[in-house]
């Protein structure tokens, strides 16, 4: 049943944002990563591994100043609904297999850039191997081996006394202006939540984009102390959630 627990965020703030990109395209370094670092703002990245792999060196130099690089598994498996995934997809996984790829996962990225994701993003926000009769939810394995796990396409801000770290609401923010942004941002404010945004590319207006515009006003919003909101990185804010709900 849910409480009525007053939660009560750090330094006067009436609610908490992250920022989130997945697959770790190079629009989020080109174009986003110069908007957040002007700013003073720390993103969570989901890292794809082939794409964290062509530029390591620039993802390590991203970390070491405090953006997060979290697990996002190593095949990026979703329903095979999908075109692309086809025979690949979820409704052929097992959860052994996929327990194999999150734990691959994150050697590859330490290996890589040295550093150990512990936040996780479910591709495409499914969170189930196989099919009818066989399907099983994977959530208990990212709540085993990760400190929170963010869906995708979700429709709310999280409640932080009530919401569970192995699924965090991730509401879409791709192709949206900031003044719709502003809508759930203010139901945010308004009930104390963390809302937590889901991006793709960086640049210029087209599918599956942020603009540098959206961005550049998340931003300027976020970190003027008047509007009361903690922005930081998934990472940062889930452990402050999971110690005082």
């Keep these: 049943m849910k409480t009525e627990k ?20 190079q629009s ?24 964290l792999k062509q530029r390591a060196d620039d993802w390590r130099r991203a970390a070491a100043s405090g953006h ?25 996984y097992t959860l052994a297999r996929m327990e194999t790829e999150l734990t691959e996962a994150t050697a590859a990225i330490e290996q890589t850039i040295g550093v150990t994701p512990i936040t996780f993003a479910y591709p495409c926000g499914h969170k ?11 959530v208990p394995l990212v709540a085993k081996h990760f400190l929170s796990g963010r869906s995708f396409r979700d429709e709310m801000p999280n409640d932080p006394v009530f919401c569970d770290l192995a699924q965090l609401c991730g509401v ?30 960086i640049g210029e207006k087209k599918p599956q984009t942020m603009t540098t515009e959206t961005l550049t006003q998340l931003c300027s919003f976020a970190k003027d102390p008047q509007n009361g909101l903690w922005i930081d990185t998934v990472a940062t804010i889930a452990p402050y959630v999971k110690e005082h709900a």
């Excluded at 750090?10 to 992250?18: C, E, G, T």
């Excluded at 003044?179 to 937590?196: D, F, S």
Aim: proline share 4%; glycine share 10%; charged share 15%.
């Design 6 to 25: 007053q939660f009560t965020w750090p330094a006067n703030k009436r609610a908490a944002l992250s920022l989130s990109f997945d697959d770790t395209r």
């Design 28 to 51: 989020q370094l080109d174009h986003g990563l110069p908007v957040l670092n002007a700013h003073g703002v720390r993103a969570t990245f989901y890292a794809t591994l082939h794409t």
């Design 68 to 92: 997060e690089i979290g697990n996002h598994t190593v095949n990026h498996p979703c329903s095979g609904n999908f075109w692309w995934m086809g025979a690949k997809g979820l409704e052929g």
């Design 128 to 138: 189930f191997v196989n099919r009818g009769t066989h399907t099983k939810s994977y």
């Design 172 to 201: 879409d923010a791709d192709g949206t202006p900031f003044e719709n942004l502003q809508t759930v941002i203010k139901i945010a404010l308004e009930r104390g939540g963390w809302l937590i945004l889901v991006a793709h590319e």
